[in-house]
C-alpha cells in the first residue's frame, strides 16, 4: 500500500474529489500504516479531548489515536473499560504520547469517556429537534449519533430513559447532543454541569432549571459548593416535591495533566474576554495566543478549537480557531476495520458495527468496488445518511 502524507487535518479535496463538497467532506487523506509515536516514559506528552469522530483506534480532533494498549476508563466512576465500549460521538480525552502532525498519529495511554445527562424523557419537539430530561433542554443535531437499534430522532419517546454524550452551549443553555443510547437499566439518573442558585439554607442548588437538594449528601463527602461550580450528580430516579434528590455530588471539572501539547474542541461554556474562557468546563488562557478569524469571533457558545499546553489544570494557547459550520465539520466520519456482511446488490457492508453504503464513492484508492470481499482491511471516509442510520462512503481505501 502506498504511504500518504496526513495532518491533523483531512488535506484539501484534489478537484477530482470536488463533488464530495455535497456530502459535507472537504477533504481527503491516505490511510497509511504508519507507526504511531510512541508514549514517554515520564507521562502523557499530549491530551486531546473532543468527540470520537473515526473507529479503528479512535479519531478525536482529527488525530488517530491507537488504543490497543491504552488503559480506558468510566469518567462517571473511574472503572475500567474496554476499548470495544468506545464508540462514535462519544466525548472523550486522551492522554497520548507525542503526537506526529506529519501522520496525525499518536500512541493513546489512557482514554476516558463520559456522558452528561442519563434520565427519562419527559418532552419532544420534533420541529425544533430538542427533548427534555432531567429539566434540561436537549438539542440533537444533524451530526448526532445514534446507537445502533435507534433510529434516529423519530424513534425517541416520552419515557425512554437516555445516556446523552453532550457538549454544552452557554449560549443557550443546552445540551447539544454528540451521541444518544437508551440505557433502559438505568437505577440512578446522572447530570453534569454549573451550580446556580446555591441555597446553603435548604441544601439545594440549580443545574439549568432543575432544583437539586443535596440534603441527603454527607457535608464530608460533598465538594466545597459555590454558584458557577461544575459538578456531576447522581439523582434518585423520581422527583420528591418538585426536587431532583442527589445521592452524590462531585466535582465536574475535567481532569487535564501537564503536558507540552493539549489539544481541545468543543463550545465555550464560560467566557470573560477572547483571552479568558472556558471550552467544556476546562479553562483557557488565550492572552499570547492567535485568533482566528479574529478575537470578535470568539464568544460563549462559538464552536472552537485549541491547541497549546497545559499547565495546573489549565490550557495556555498559542492558537484558537473558531469553527463557523459546526454540523459540517462534524457529519465527517472515518471507520478502520474489516468488512463483513458485504451486499453487492444493495451495495452495503458492515464497518465496526456500522452499515456502509458504497453506492456513491467518490474515491477508491489502491483497489475498486470489484476487490471488496468480506475480510478485506479498508479505510472509509463518509457522511451520515439523513436518518443516520448508515454511512455513505466518499472515499474507500484498502489497507491489507
Not at 97 to 119: M, N, P, Q, Y
Not at 146 to 164: R, T
Not at 203 to 213: E, P, S, Y
Not at 315 to 341: M, P, Q, T, Y
Given at each position: ?13 484534489r478537484p477530482?474529489?470536488a ?10 487523506g491516505?490511510g ?9 516514559t ?8 473532543g ?11 482529527g ?9 480506558v476508563e ?11 465500549e468506545?464508540?462514535l ?16 498519529r ?17 418532552a ?9 430530561m ?7 443535531k ?28 452557554g449560549?443557550?443553555?443546552?445540551y ?8 433502559d ?7 453534569r ?6 441555597d446553603a ?13 443535596h ?10 459548593l459555590?454558584?458557577?461550580q ?45 483571552q479568558?474562557?472556558?471550552?467544556q468546563g ?10 482566528e478569524p ?23 494557547a498559542?492558537?484558537?480557531s473558531v ?10 466520519v ?16 458492515m ?50
Amino acid at each position: 500500500m502506498h504511504a500518504t502524507t496526513r495532518t491533523s487535518r483531512w488535506s484539501p479535496w484534489r478537484p477530482v474529489c470536488a463533488a464530495t463538497l455535497a456530502f459535507g467532506l472537504v477533504a481527503c487523506g491516505g490511510g497509511g500504516a504508519d507507526t504511531p509515536a510512541a508514549p514517554g516514559t515520564a507521562g502523557p506528552q499530549s491530551f486531546a479531548t473532543g468527540p470520537i469522530t473515526g473507529l479503528g483506534s479512535v479519531i478525536v480532533n482529527g488525530v488517530r489515536f491507537d488504543d490497543s494498549s491504552a488503559r480506558v476508563e468510566n469518567d462517571d466512576d473511574g472503572s475500567v473499560r474496554t476499548a470495544r465500549e468506545l464508540k462514535l460521538g462519544m466525548m472523550v480525552e486522551v492522554q497520548a504520547g507525542a503526537i506526529d502532525d506529519s501522520t496525525a498519529r499518536a500512541l493513546a495511554g489512557v482514554i476516558r469517556f463520559g456522558s452528561e445527562l442519563v434520565g427519562a424523557v419527559t418532552a419532544l419537539d420534533p420541529a425544533s429537534s430538542t427533548l427534555r430530561m432531567l429539566d434540561q433542554t436537549v438539542e440533537v443535531k444533524t451530526t448526532t449519533v445514534f446507537e445502533e437499534g435507534l433510529a434516529g430522532f423519530g424513534a425517541l419517546a416520552v419515557g425512554q430513559v437516555l445516556e446523552i454524550h453532550a457538549q454544552f452551549d452557554g449560549a443557550s443553555g443546552r445540551y447539544v447532543a454528540t451521541r444518544i443510547e437508551r440505557e433502559d437499566n438505568a437505577s440512578v439518573f446522572r447530570l453534569r454541569g454549573r451550580i446556580a442558585g446555591l441555597d446553603a439554607a435548604a441544601q439545594t442548588f440549580r443545574i439549568g432549571d432543575a432544583v437539586i437538594n443535596h440534603a441527603g449528601v454527607a457535608a464530608a463527602d460533598l465538594p466545597a459548593l459555590t454558584d458557577g461550580q461544575r459538578v456531576r450528580v447522581r439523582l434518585q430516579p423520581a422527583k420528591v416535591n418538585n426536587q431532583w434528590v442527589a445521592t452524590s455530588v462531585r466535582s465536574g471539572v475535567r481532569r487535564v495533566d501537564d503536558v507540552g501539547d493539549a489539544r481541545l474542541r468543543g463550545l465555550v461554556t464560560a467566557f470573560t474576554s477572547a483571552q479568558q474562557f472556558e471550552v467544556q468546563g476546562i479553562a483557557v488562557d488565550a492572552s499570547s495566543a492567535s485568533i482566528e478569524p479574529n478575537a470578535a469571533a470568539l464568544v460563549l457558545g462559538a464552536l472552537v478549537e485549541v491547541r497549546g499546553t497545559a499547565s495546573a489544570g489549565k490550557i495556555i494557547a498559542n492558537r484558537v480557531s473558531v469553527r463557523n459550520e459546526r454540523d459540517d465539520d462534524l457529519r465527517r466520519v472515518e471507520l478502520h476495520g474489516s468488512a463483513s456482511a458485504l451486499d453487492t446488490v444493495t451495495k452495503t457492508f458492515m464497518l465496526r458495527e456500522i452499515k456502509v453504503d458504497y453506492s456513491q464513492v467518490l474515491e477508491w484508492k489502491d483497489g475498486a468496488a470489484a476487490g471488496l470481499a468480506n475480510g478485506k482491511q479498508l479505510e472509509v471516509k463518509g457522511v451520515w445518511s439523513a436518518d443516520r442510520r448508515t454511512l455513505i462512503a466518499a472515499v474507500i481505501e484498502f489497507e491489507g
